[in-house]
C-alpha cells in the first residue's frame, strides 16, 4: 500500500518523453483524489501528504522538478 502511493506519486511528478511534469500541488491534490475513490489507502496517503515537501528535498538534482 505504501508503495502503491509512492508509485502514484512518482507517475505524476515525473517528467517524461511522453507527458509534463505535474506539480507538487496537483499532484498531491491527485493522490488525495485516488485514497478518497478508494484507490489507496487515505492513513497512508495522509501521511505522504504531509511529508511530500520533504521528499522533493531529497531528490538527485537532476531529478528536481520546479513547480510553476
Same mark, same amino acid.
Not at 515525473?14 to 491534490?29: A, D, F, G, I, P
Not at 504531509?50 to 528535498?57: D, G, P, R, S, Y
Given at each position: 500500500? +505504501?508503495?502503491? #502511493?509512492? /508509485?502514484?506519486? !512518482? %507517475?505524476?511528478?515525473? *517528467?517524461? $518523453?511522453?507527458? *509534463?511534469? #505535474?506539480?507538487?500541488?496537483?499532484?498531491?491534490?491527485?493522490?488525495?483524489? /485516488?485514497? /478518497?475513490?478508494? =484507490?489507496? !489507502?487515505? !492513513? +497512508?496517503?495522509? #501521511? @505522504?501528504? =504531509?511529508h511530500?515537501?520533504? @521528499?522533493? *528535498? $531529497? =531528490?538527485?538534482? $537532476?531529478?528536481?522538478? %520546479? !513547480?510553476?
Amino acid at each position: 500500500r +505504501i508503495l502503491a #502511493v509512492v /508509485d502514484v506519486y !512518482d %507517475a505524476i511528478r515525473s *517528467k517524461r $518523453h511522453y507527458k *509534463k511534469s #505535474v506539480s507538487l500541488e496537483q499532484t498531491l491534490t491527485i493522490i488525495r483524489q /485516488d485514497a /478518497d475513490n478508494g =484507490l489507496l !489507502d487515505k !492513513d +497512508i496517503v495522509e #501521511v @505522504f501528504c =504531509l511529508h511530500a515537501a520533504e @521528499f522533493e *528535498k $531529497h =531528490l538527485p538534482s $537532476h531529478q528536481q522538478i %520546479a !513547480d510553476s
